[in-house]
Structure formats: structure tokens, C-alpha cells
């Protein structure tokens, strides 16, 4: 166990719809980070954010947003969902913004249909 | 851009046979180097690292070299367990720029008794 919790474990969801999927990083880490992992794209960064600031951003979508709260648990914006959205979302977390190890979560996997 | 390239999978093997799987990367200055392996419904857990050129890292009879001559970074264990089946990621981080990881497609290890 990591100590990264993700929600929900499964989504399943139809096309053009919204979803959100939460983050809670290990205790004490300020970064999170949002990977996807596709068939198609294989594992791809999708965005980083540190102590509520956006850090990095990587492959991410415009109809995809991700925010930091104050409790630093993170959310990932999904909308206007496609068929080739369907993937699983890793969550990650680090102690700073640079040169850490990164712990995964179990992930989120999003079936759209 | 930054890329890494592993050999494709699935490799199958007997108990107790020597494992090597193969990465190659693309990046621009020195980048660290990782292996992440991800076992059946879990996250990915970082599995060993070389920062570099010429580093070993090492953990659980895996290990693997820094090679800045030939930009690889290919993983071995000389004896492998039905334990071991899982999917083997290799990755890169560029240093001094952000704590991003850029992924190779991964490879799926099925080791047989």
C-alpha cells in the first residue's frame, strides 16, 4: 500500500458525459500528479500540481481540468467523454516538486460506452 | 521529446530463468533512469533507479546499468519466480526540470512453474 487513495476504483459512464475522479495523496506529500494509461497511449503524464499550484502539464486534453485543494487531495475533470477515454487514471504523490520518488495509487478505471 | 522504447511482451518464462528486458531512451542532457513494476489490479512501485551514468540500482535480485554509450538502462534478474509476474515498466526523468516521468509502453512478465 502506497498511501495513495484513489476514487472511485470503476466508473463506468456513456459518451458526452462528466466525471471527476479523486486523488488523496500520502500524508505529508505536497505534489500530485495525474497519469493515463491507454492501450493505444500506453502510460502518458497528464498534469502536476504542487502545494495547490499548477507545476507541470503534459499530453492533457482541454476538455480535461484538474485542481489542488487546501488538504492537497487533488480532483481530475473529465468531460465531454469519447470512447478513446476509456483508461485508467493513476494518481501519484511525491514529498516536494522535483527529484522525488513518486508513490502511485490503484488507480481509476473509466469505461465509456 | 524525451521517449523510451522496451522491448514489447509478453515474455514468458520457466521458474528459476535469467530475465532480461530491454529499454532504450531519448532524452536531452542526463536523465535519471527507472524501473516501475505494476502487479495485477495494483499501482506501479518504483522498483530500482540510477541517477547516472554507470549507476546500478539494484533491489529484489533485479538489477540494472546506467549506459550513457548506448542511452540504455536494460533489466536483469538472474533467476526469476512465479512472483515476479507482473508488467515491467521502464522510465526517465530529466533532472532540474520538474519531476515528470516519461514511460516506455511496458512490458508483461509470465513466469511459468
Known amino acids: 500500500d502506497s498511501g495513495v487513495t484513489q476514487t472511485p476504483k470503476h466508473l463506468i459512464t456513456a459518451t458526452g458525459q462528466r466525471v471527476t475522479l479523486r486523488c488523496s495523496p500520502r500524508s505529508g506529500d505536497l505534489s500530485v500528479y495525474w497519469y493515463q494509461q491507454s492501450l493505444d497511449q500506453g502510460l502518458q503524464f497528464l498534469i502536476q500540481y504542487y502545494n495547490g499550484e499548477e507545476r507541470a502539464k503534459g499530453n492533457i486534453l482541454e476538455r480535461f481540468s484538474a485542481q489542488q485543494f487546501p488538504d492537497l487531495h487533488s480532483e481530475l475533470n473529465l468531460s465531454s467523454l469519447e470512447l478513446g477515454d476509456s483508461a485508467l487514471y493513476f494518481c501519484?504523490?511525491?514529498?516536494?516538486?522535483?527529484?522525488?520518488?513518486?508513490?502511485f495509487g490503484p488507480g481509476t478505471r473509466l469505461t465509456v460506452l | 521529446g524525451d521517449s523510451v522504447t522496451q522491448m514489447e511482451g509478453p515474455v514468458t518464462l520457466s521458474e528459476e530463468a535469467f530475465l532480461t528486458i530491454n529499454c532504450t531512451y531519448t532524452a536531452t542532457g542526463y536523465p535519471s533512469l527507472f524501473w516501475y513494476v505494476q502487479y495485477p489490479g495494483e499501482g506501479l512501485q518504483l522498483l530500482l533507479k540510477?541517477?547516472?551514468?554507470?549507476d546500478k540500482g539494484s533491489n529484489k535480485g533485479f538489477e540494472a546499468t546506467y549506459r550513457k554509450e548506448t542511452t540504455s538502462f536494460h533489466l536483469e534478474k538472474g533467476s526469476v519466480q512465479v512472483s515476479d509476474s507482473a508488467v515491467y515498466f521502464c522510465a526517465l526523468r530529466r533532472n532540474n526540470a520538474g519531476n515528470m516521468l516519461t514511460f516506455g509502453g511496458g512490458t508483461r512478465l509470465m513466469v511459468k512453474p
Open positions: 540510477a541517477t547516472k551514468a554507470d
Open positions: 501519484a504523490s511525491s514529498v516536494g516538486g522535483a527529484d522525488n520518488e513518486q508513490f
